[in-house]
Every structure is written in C-alpha cells, then in structure tokens.
C-alpha cells in the first residue's frame, strides 16, 4: 500500500496569515496518463471530506483561490494564501493512483 | 454536477448485515467507479473498495474480502454496499464516493 505522510499534524494560524501543509508519498502518484492522482481534502465537524484541490494543483468549482496546491511526484503541498475562520477542520490529502487508495493522517488546522 | 444522497443511519446487532445505498444523478451515475469509503470516531479514512457502474465489476481492501459486496442498480442509478458479520469495530460513518465527490454519509452502529 502506498503510504501518505502528513506535515504537520496540527496548525494554528492567525487570520490573515499563510499556512502550508505537506504530503509526501512512498511511491510515485504520477500515472501513465501524465495525471497525478493526488487530492485535497477538508473536513470540517460533523460533516463529509469536501474536495479542494484534484490532481495535485486544480483546484474544484467554487473553492476560494487563497487554496492552491503544488509539487509532482511523490512530494506535495497545500497552501491557504490567507487563513479564514471558516478555513479550520482537519485536511487530508489522498491519492488514488493505486487500490488500495490511502489518506494522510489528517492535518488539524485551527485559528487563533 | 455530482450530486449523491445516501440512505439513512443503522442501528444492527453483533452478527448482522447492513446494506447502505447511494442514489447519484443519472447524467453521472455511469461516468466514474463508486468507491466506499468508511471512518470511525475520532479516525482518519478508511478505503473499502470500488464498483465499476457499467459492467458492475468490483476490488476489495484485503481486510473487507468475502465480508463486503458492492453492488449498483442502474435503472435508478444508484449503487449499493453491503457489510456482513458485524462486530462493534464496524460502527462509523460510511460515505460513497463517485468523481472525488463524497456522499453525506450513512452511520452505522453496530451494538448489542
């Protein structure tokens, strides 16, 4: 199983300010098909894992532009340019280039 | 635009099977596999498996094999997962997944 690993675990961060979180994978999440199959989540409490940011860096209708990703690979970051209130809950990244499809530990970001 | 909608929360003994349904819109319903997708309390993601909507074919996580069965409806568009021999360790929310879009989940509790 390709194993993702989160950095960090937990981010509290000021309104207004950057935040930045890892994702790295133990294989290679670029395909054949020349796309990358990893993915960015959000959960906030009490609800289902809402899709951010697909195939490493596109990001899905109606998601703010503050929420950008990066990276190839096996190496990937989320960026949120500007943290908001409503931009706290847990984020995961995932990938799905191979059964079975595997998910970070989940990134816990809170504002201050 | 993805729209999923799944069936309501389940309370079953120790032993008993369960059979949750996702109901997708008929203009995606064939577009892409459905995956399921299940997470305990307090627990990161946990993969189950997928179902492929056109021929109905199916993969398993290991630790699912010969106690899960995806299954779909086509003429209502709407697919299926059943868990069988249910312990305690089953309880968590369930969600299906179809095109990176998760479902609002199904609670299943399993307690005697």
Redesign the interface.
Same mark, same amino acid.
């Given at each position: 199983d390709i194993v993702m690993t989160q950095t960090p675990l937990s981010l509290s961060v000021t309104p207004g300010q950057p935040a930045s979180i890892s994702c790295k994978s133990s294989q290679s999440l670029l395909y054949s098909d020349g796309k990358t199959y990893l %993915?960015w %989540?959000l959960q906030k409490p009490g609800q +289902? +894992? /809402?899709?951010l940011i %697909?195939e490493v860096s596109k990001r899905?209708?109606g998601v703010p532009d503050r929420f950008s990703g990066s990276g190839s690979g096996t190496d990937f970051t989320l960026k949120i340019s500007r943290v908001e209130a409503e931009d706290v809950g847990v984020y %995961?990244c995932?990938q799905s280039i191979q059964? +079975?499809?595997?998910? $970070? /530990? $989940?990134t816990k970001v809170e504002t201050k | 635009q993805v729209h999923l909608v799944q069936s309501g929360a389940e309370v079953k003994k120790p032993g008993a099977s369960v059979k949750v349904s996702c109901k997708a819109s008929a203009s995606t319903f064939s577009s892409s596999d459905f995956n399921w997708v299940r997470q305990a309390t307090g627990q990161g993601p946990e993969w189950m498996g997928y179902m492929t909507p056109h021929s109905g074919s199916t993969g398993y996580a290991q630790r699912f094999q010969g106690r899960v069965t995806m299954t779909r409806d086509t003429s209502i568009s709407t697919a299926y997962m059943e868990l069988s021999s249910l312990t305690s360790e089953d309880t968590a929310i369930y969600y299906c997944v179809h095109m990176a879009i998760w479902g609002q989940g199904t609670m299943v509790t399993v307690s005697s």
């Open positions: %993915y %989540y +289902p +894992p /809402q899709l %697909y899905f209708s %995961y995932m059964v +079975p499809w595997t998910f $970070g /530990q $989940g | -």
